[in-house]
């Protein structure tokens, strides 16, 4: 029997963005968070979002809905480009927070995560990756996975419940 202690989210808000638009939908976030906690008993999801000014209210509906977000600082490159790659983050909180759960949930399809969900997995601290798009991440994250281990879900199926329904 699993142990009633926390299982955390942590999410590659870039990744989980561009991936869902990519395969032709955008997410609703609300019920993204909804979901984590049904689905994966998920008490604490942090989200790792690059900061722009102007996007406040988007930060707060996000913290409302039940996100824990993390902020990276961005950078404008040239033709208005932005980058804020929160890998590093991720990872970092992730092993902050390596006492106080029970198990992981890392929501991207970014090979960049490889060691994080090799070694999560290794130390059985693992619950699931949650792969954006199934048809387009990486094959590091698809080595880790096997038919005894199904650590792998795809966001694919979950369009009809998910997505972001705009009136």
């Not at 387009?136 to 994250?141: H, P």
Request: net charge positive; proline share 4%; hydrophobic share 40%.
């Amino acid at each position: 029997m699993e142990s009633k202690e926390p299982n955390y989210a942590f999410i590659d808000s870039q990744n989980l963005n561009l991936a869902i638009r990519d395969a032709g939908w955008k997410l609703d976030f609300r019920r993204f968070r909804t979901y984590l906690k049904e689905k994966y008993g998920v008490s604490k999801a942090f989200l790792f979002i690059g900061y722009l000014r102007g996007n406040e209210l988007l930060y707060a509906n996000l913290q409302q809905y039940g996100y824990i977000c993390i902020f990276k600082p961005t950078l404008e490159l040239t033709a208005g480009r932005v980058k804020g790659n929160v890998d590093a983050e991720l990872v970092l909180h992730t092993m902050i927070q390596y006492p106080n759960f029970n198990k992981a949930i890392i929501v991207s399809g970014d090979g960049d995560f490889h060691c994080l969900v090799e070694y999560l997995r290794d130390t059985d601290k693992l619950k699931k990756v949650l792969i954006p798009n199934q048809y387009k991440y990486s094959a590091l994250l698809k080595r880790l996975s096997s038919p005894s281990n199904n650590i792998l879900d795809f966001m694919n199926p979950l369009r009809g419940k998910l997505q972001l329904n705009r009136k």
